[in-house]
């Protein structure tokens, strides 16, 4: 079993739908939790950053943990197709040092038509 | 721009050659971390520094792969006598905390 899964997708859904992203994990160690986007060819961008379980809201994303479940959620609101890309979920244990070394998803490919 | 910088962008090279990636983390990050990722996959983690010291390398990072980070600066990532297997996207990141910063990253394709 690997550390964190993801579906890798492809996701496609009509311009305007709620999107639903998620992972789960299994090292219970985790405390902080990442997205980012990655377009095609290009490095990862940093959307959201979560400190242990809850939420996090910013503009159309929000970002949930539940570490009771070792579950993050990745919501997008009213999608545009400049959203197409691929989501990838990251965790740690610490912060920096030898436990700050990210453990990632797949990455689940989004497209968003227009 | 004072985002992390990666250069070249792109290699192509011949299997058997070395090849040198460098990364320049955004200022005042004092923590580097190299990450590979191939086609379909997440990053992995292959090596951190803490200012100039290599803390940490991923046993992903075999006896021919090297990295230095001289000045707690920039950092370079050598790769000896590649392989077609080294083919990925190599891509730097850096941080202050938990949070880290990637580049554009280089793209090695060894033919």
């Known amino acids: 079993q690997k550390e964190v899964e993801q579906d890798p997708g492809p996701l496609s859904v009509p311009e305007g739908a709620i999107v639903s992203l998620n992972c789960t994990y299994s090292?219970?160690?985790?405390?902080?939790f990442m997205w980012y986007r990655q377009y095609s060819r290009k490095g990862p961008e940093l959307l959201m950053y979560?400190?242990?379980?809850g939420n996090k809201e910013d503009g159309r994303f929000t970002a949930q943990v539940d570490k009771s479940s070792k579950y993050i959620s990745l919501f997008i609101r009213d999608s545009q197709p400049s959203d197409s890309a691929t989501y990838l979920c990251a965790m740690t244990a610490g912060d920096g040092g030898s436990q700050g070394n990210l453990i990632f998803g797949k990455g689940t490919k989004l497209s968003v038509k227009p | 721009d004072t985002g992390v910088s990666q250069n070249p962008r792109h290699k192509i090279t011949k299997r058997g050659q070395n090849v040198t990636f460098r990364c320049d983390p955004i200022s005042e990050h004092n923590r580097l971390y190299w990450y590979r990722q191939t086609l379909g996959q997440g990053p992995e983690f292959l090596t951190y520094?803490?200012?100039?010291?290599?803390?940490?390398k991923s046993r992903l990072l075999s006896d021919r792969f090297s990295a230095e980070r001289p000045k707690g600066s920039f950092s370079t990532l050598e790769i000896q006598r590649t392989e077609q297997g080294d083919s990925a996207m190599y891509l730097c990141?850096?941080?202050?905390?938990?949070?880290?910063?990637f580049g554009p990253g280089t793209r090695l394709l060894v033919l």
């Open positions: 520094f803490q200012n100039e010291a290599q803390l940490e």
């Open positions: 979560t400190y242990s379980s």
């Open positions: 090292n219970s160690a985790f405390q902080y």
């Open positions: 990141a850096s941080s202050s905390q938990a949070t880290q910063y």
